[in-house]
């Protein structure tokens, strides 16, 4: 298998940038999207490029933060989300399509009595009364939606769509 290198860093912005569009070294003045540690952008001749921690240590949940990180700027970016064709027991059959907001909202906090959530993303489409509806995203990329949440989800009638990156 081949080894899969963090391509992904934090710049001084705060912004998730590639490791090819920054400059060479620690001038690239990045950190770690997981651990918030000091990277080093390794821009050699014979090594794929790719972001290495200063401190040399083994941050194990860098890429898959990364990943999740890039997949949220792409729905924010976009502003919109494709589904795959649906048949199955939770909903209606659909044929494939693409549901676009009018605005994203990332890790947006619900908090009430009866519920306690953060969702990935929230997609927010508005009518032309002025009516919005919100649409959960989450982003799945080594732990999907918990039973807590999916009952929470269920409970409260909140639209949701989970996105399996694995």
């Known amino acids: ?24 070294g620690q001038a690239c003045q990045c950190i770690c999207p997981n651990c918030g540690a000091d990277l080093i952008a390794k821009q050699g001749i014979k090594k794929t490029w790719h972001f290495a921690h200063a401190n040399e240590s083994d941050c194990k949940g860098a890429r898959m933060t990364a990943l999740h990180m890039l997949a949220q700027q792409i ?6 989300v494709r589904l795959p064709r649906y048949e199955g027991m939770y909903a209606p059959p659909f044929e494939s ?14 908090q009430s009595e009866e519920i306690n959530r953060r969702p990935d993303c929230v997609g927010i489409k508005c009518d032309k009364y002025g009516n919005t509806r919100e649409i959960w995203i989450e982003i799945k990329v080594t732990h999907g939606v918990d039973q807590l949440k999916m009952q929470a989800i269920r409970e409260k009638n909140i639209s949701c769509i989970e996105i399996d990156l694995r």
């Open 1 to 24: 298998m081949a080894n899969l290198e963090l391509t992904y860093g934090i710049n001084s912005n705060g912004q998730l940038v590639h490791v090819n569009s920054v400059a060479r």
């Open 75 to 80: 729905i924010k970016n976009r502003k919109s």
């Open 97 to 110: 399509k693409v549901i676009t907001f009018d605005n994203i909202k990332l890790e947006k906090i619900f």
